[in-house]
C-alpha cells in the first residue's frame, strides 16, 4: 500500500497541512500498519509549526487584551498577532495545492 511505502512523506503532508482530520489520519496509520516510529517523529514535525503559531498568536492575544480595558482594532495589529496569523493561513493555504497536485497523480 502506498501510504506504508512512504509513511514519512504521507504522514508529514497530512500533519503540515489540513487535509484530513487528526483521528482519520491517525485511524488510517494505524490500519495500515505505519511504524511508530515514523508516526511520532512526522507527527511531532508536522504539529509543531501549527502548534508553535497558535501559542504566539495566543499570547499576542493576551497582551493586547493586558495593554487597554477596552480592545479594539488597532491592538489587534500588533506584530505577533499579524506574524501568527500570517503563518496559520500559509499552513491553511498550503493544502490547496498539496490536494491539486494529489488528484494530479490521481491518488
Known amino acids: 500500500m502506498a501510504l506504508n511505502e512512504d ?3 504521507y ?3 497530512l ?11 491517525n485511524l488510517a496509520a494505524a490500519l495500515v500498519g505505519v511504524p511508530f516510529r ?7 514535525l508536522g504539529i509543531t509549526p501549527g502548534a508553535l503559531a497558535y501559542a504566539a498568536f495566543g499570547a499576542g492575544l493576551g497582551s493586547a487584551v493586558q ?15 499579524l506574524i501568527s496569523s500570517g503563518v496559520l ?17 490521481g491518488t
Not at 15 to 25: G, N, Q
Not at 38 to 44: D, E, G, M, Q, S
Request: glycine share 4%; charged share 20%; with cysteine.
Open 38 to 44: 515514523a508516526f511520532a517523529v512526522t507527527t511531532l
Open 67 to 81: 495593554a487597554t480595558r477596552e480592545p479594539g482594532l488597532t491592538e489587534l495589529f500588533t506584530p505577533e498577532l
Open 89 to 105: 493561513c500559509l499552513l491553511a493555504a498550503g493544502a490547496i495545492p498539496v490536494k491539486r497536485l494529489l488528484r494530479r497523480r
Open 11 to 13: 504522514l508529514l503532508m
Open 7 to 9: 509513511a514519512w512523506s
Open 15 to 25: 500533519r503540515l497541512f489540513p487535509l484530513a482530520p487528526f483521528f482519520a489520519v
